[in-house]
Each structure stands twice: as structure tokens, then as C-alpha cells.
């Protein structure tokens, strides 16, 4: 931790009720390149899940009961605290997590920029009056919270997507607690510190890091005190969650795998569409679930668009997310890596070609930025969702047949083309069956956009002004005895 200039973001207890709390068993979070074992973090258990349910429980009230301004001000308040540590929590996030710096400080302003915007949006929660039947009703439309809302975070960004969720969240007057993935919770506690020091009340915003994610998932999905849970992390968890929700109909919001096909049509600007692609498919080597999976490209400029793409990979620098240089950094753990070499091994068996990459590191699980031609739908990497940096090619000879092959999966959660033809743009956009879709854009995530997918990618949608949405429940009011 020798990079990190201020220790005062940096702690290892768990965050309930307003309280800092060291249990008496801990696990080691480790630096994904050094390997080296950074922190011993408080374990906890079901029992601190239940109570920390219960405090939320009893916070809830009273926070809901805040005016939409106060609770504006106190999410305001956070976010300049975030933004004012930046760095720091750029380096906590690197140290832990492994992306490049410059990457983790984006992902710092990026996960602020939700808790700015929600706290705007909070004093927006209006309701409705509707026209109605006779002279002696009144109908009106209010929106109020709908209680303690749970989460379950992943490692890949371990400080934006609690940020967005819990920004919605306290928002909307619910309260919230939050079990970030073991691999990375210190950016978790850094919120937390930076929560209190906002001011955030006790109970309203609680962190429960824990290394038992069976036990801590099932009573932040099945205990009574939980009206909404939220999940980021792979289909096959989320199916799970999702059934253990339904005994007691929560609300549930899930963002999950996606399987994001690229489309390069023959029409396409193709240095814009390669620099589109390094954009997509290498941020955070690999390990998104918006990233490039499939690469589609049209066979009239396949040879050449191939050509374009390879020089501006083989370009990337990797090494420690620690050194400003880096482009690529560490996978997230060893078997994540040989996960992924699993996959090229399966399409070079298949017949594949390599043109890049391909050979796991020895150390550091570092994986190199892999190219791969003659991929084929039967191939590993072009049905299922890869999650590290390779770039499998496939060519096409007609638009209905990219929108075939994009569409030819379970998931849904982001597709991306590129193509300067206004009527191909509508029509490939209209027909590609995802929640987003990025047109002549590799980089599509904002925080004034509708985030989510369709089919098994999920359901709900975080941030934009639908990102209330989950939080709220709509309750009708029918006033009689109005006559004149």
C-alpha cells in the first residue's frame, strides 16, 4: 500500500449502522498483478447480514420522512468528498482490482456522477393528478420508497456500480445495504468513510463485506425486512437470486452477462470503427459486461479492416495498472485468465486463426490482447461471453445476416455497429434485440443514459431518470365526498 499517500480511505472493518465493526475472522484481499496480500478485511456472516437488514430497517422511516432537498444536500455533499479523493480512491481501486490507474480514476468520477445526478433527481419525483369521473372524486398519484433495498456487487467495477445503485437508492428515501464482491471491498469501506463524513445518517448506507457469498446472498434475497434487491454479476448467479427473491415477490433489478457483437459494415469509417473497437473491447482487459465479444465484418472490407485493427492493438502496453503507461493490466485471478485461454485453445481447435496474442503470461495474470480470424458460430468465443482480451473475428456478406448472427444468443445487454448509411443506421438499430446500442460509438455508458438489457442480460434499468424507477412504488389516491 506504499503508493497510496493518504491511509485515511483505507480501512479493513465492516460499516453498520453508522458503526465500524471488526469481527473476529478476516480474508485477504490481493493485488491481482503482485499477487501480494494488501489487506486482511472483517468477514462477515448471516447473523451481521440480518442485523444489518434490521438496522436499515429501523432507519428507514425517518429518512424517508427527510425532505427531498435535505436528502439532496447530503447526496450533494457525497459526491464532492468522492471527487475531492479521486485519486486516492483511484489507487485504493487499482491496488485491489488491477485495471489501469487512469482507468480507476474514471471509474471514480464516473460512479460520483450518479450519486450527482440522483441527488438532482431526487427533487423530481413528482406525481400526477388525473382527470376524473364526476364532480365529487379527486385522483392523485404519489410516489414513495419502497424500503430497505439490498445489493450484491461485482468485482470489475467495485466502486461505480455501487455508487449507482445506492445513489437511486438513497435518492428515492430508501435505505441500503450493500455486500461488494470479496475480491474488491475496499473501495466499498472508502465509500462508506466518505458516506459518514457526508453525513449520510446512521443505517441509511451500510457495507457488508464478507468471503461467504452463499449465506450473505440468501438472507439479503429472502429476508422479510427487504422490499428491493439489486444484482451485478453473471446470468447464472442472478438466476439464483432471482429465485430466491420470489418466495416473497421482491422487487428485483438485475444488470448481468452480456455477449455484445460489433458490427463493421462495408460502408463503415474503419480507423474510427477500430479505434471504436480498442475502446470497447480492452477497457478493463477485457473484464466488462458491455465489452465487444463478437467482432462482424462485412467481407468487402474485411481483410482491411483486420489489418487496421491488429496495428492498433499490437500497440497496447501492459503491466502493472499502477504505471501510467499501461493500457492493459491484470487479470482479475489466475483462473480467470486460464478461463479465457480455454476459449482460444477451443477456437484454434476448431480452426480458428491467430494473428495476435494467445500465450497467458507466466506472473502477473497478465493475458495478452489475443486476435482471432475464422472464428465460427460453433466456436467457445462466439457463444459465450468471454470476459478478458480477445478479439474474435467473423465475416458476413449481408446485413440480415449480421443482425442474424448478432441476435443468435441468449443475451442482450449492449450491441455496437458501425455505418454511415442513415437508413441502414435506423434499420440495424431498430432490429437488434439489446438494451443499448452504440452507433459509430464504442464507449456508451452515461449517466444521464438508461443502463440495462433484455432477454437473460437482465432486468431494470440504472441511471437516466428511469433509474428512480425500482425504487419507488406508485400509489393511487381516490378522493371522494368533493361535491359542491
Same mark, same amino acid.
Given at each position: ?39 486482511? &478485511? ?134 441500503? &445495504? ?24 446512521? !443505517? ?92 462482424? &465484418? ?30 492493459? !493490466? ?26 495476435? #496474442? ?104 440504472? #441511471? ?21
Amino acid at each position: 500500500m506504499a503508493s497510496l499517500s493518504d491511509l485515511s480511505l483505507l480501512t479493513t472493518q465492516a460499516y453498520l449502522n453508522g458503526e465500524w465493526v471488526t469481527k473476529p475472522h478476516s480474508f485477504a484481499v490481493s493485488n491481482p498483478f503482485s499477487s501480494e496480500v494488501i489487506a486482511e &478485511v472483517s468477514d462477515c456472516d448471516e447473523h451481521d447480514a440480518a442485523s444489518a437488514v434490521a438496522c436499515a430497517k429501523a432507519a428507514f422511516p425517518a429518512w424517508a420522512a427527510t425532505p427531498a432537498i435535505e436528502r439532496s444536500k447530503l447526496l450533494k455533499q457525497w459526491y464532492a468528498l468522492i471527487i475531492e479523493n479521486q485519486a486516492e480512491l483511484g489507487k485504493i481501486l487499482t491496488l485491489e482490482q488491477g485495471k489501469p490507474l487512469k482507468e480507476a480514476v474514471g471509474e471514480i468520477a464516473y460512479g460520483a456522477s450518479f450519486i450527482e445526478w440522483f441527488a438532482e433527481e431526487a427533487r423530481r419525483l413528482y406525481g400526477d393528478t388525473i382527470p376524473a369521473p364526476s364532480q365529487t372524486k379527486r385522483i392523485l398519484v404519489i410516489k414513495q420508497p419502497v424500503g430497505v433495498v439490498t445489493a450484491i456487487t461485482p468485482w470489475n467495477f467495485p466502486n461505480a456500480m455501487i455508487a449507482r445503485k445506492a445513489a437511486a437508492a438513497l435518492a428515492a428515501g430508501c435505505t441500503f &445495504v450493500v455486500r461488494p464482491a470479496a475480491e474488491t471491498p475496499l473501495s466499498a469501506l472508502a465509500l462508506a468513510i466518505l458516506a459518514e463524513q457526508a453525513g449520510i445518517p446512521k !443505517g441509511v448506507f451500510n457495507v457488508l463485506p464478507s468471503s461467504n457469498a452463499a449465506a450473505i446472498g440468501e438472507v439479503l434475497t429472502q429476508h422479510p425486512d427487504v422490499a428491493k434487491f439489486s444484482f451485478t454479476g453473471s446470468t447464472r448467479v442472478g438466476k439464483l437470486l432471482t429465485k430466491q427473491c420470489a418466495d416473497s415477490v421482491k422487487r428485483v433489478s438485475m444488470e448481468l452477462g452480456g455477449n455484445a457483437p460489433f458490427i463493421v459494415f462495408e460502408d463503415a469509417d474503419l480507423d474510427a470503427a477500430a479505434t471504436g473497437l480498442i475502446q470497447s473491447k480492452y477497457r478493463n482487459a477485457g473484464q466488462t459486461c458491455v465489452c465487444t465479444n463478437r467482432i462482424l &465484418v462485412h467481407e468487402a472490407v474485411h481483410d482491411e479492416f483486420v489489418s487496421i485493427y491488429q496495428d492498433k492493438v499490437a500497440r497496447l502496453t501492459l503491466g502493472n495498472g499502477l504505471d501510467e503507461n499501461t493500457d492493459i !493490466g491484470p487479470m482479475i485471478h489466475p483462473q480467470a485468465s486460464q478461463n479465457v485461454h480455454n476459449m482460444v485453445k477451443d477456437a484454434l481447435y476448431k480452426g480458428a486463426t491467430l494473428l495476435l #496474442g494467445g500465450t497467458p503470461a507466466t506472473e502477473n495474470n497478465i493475458y495478452p490482447p489475443t486476435l482471432l480470424t475464422h472464428v465460427t458460430p460453433e466456436m467457445r468465443v462466439f457463444r459465450e461471453e468471454i470476459f478478458g482480451p480477445v478479439s474474435p473475428v467473423v465475416k458476413f456478406s449481408h446485413e440480415a445476416d449480421a443482425i442474424a448472427m448478432a441476435n443468435d444468443t441468449e443475451y442482450g445487454l449492449a450491441a455496437y455497429f458501425y455505418s454511415r448509411d442513415i437508413g441502414r443506421v435506423w434499420r440495424v438499430s431498430e432490429a437488434l434485440e439489446y438494451g443499448m446500442v452504440g452507433i459509430n460509438e464504442g464507449l456508451i455508458s452515461d449517466t444521464a443514459a438508461p443502463f440495462g438489457g433484455v432477454k437473460q442480460s437482465g432486468t431494470g434499468r440504472e #441511471g437516466s431518470h428511469y433509474g428512480l424507477n425500482d425504487y419507488i412504488n406508485i400509489k393511487y389516491l381516490c378522493m371522494g365526498g368533493i361535491g359542491q
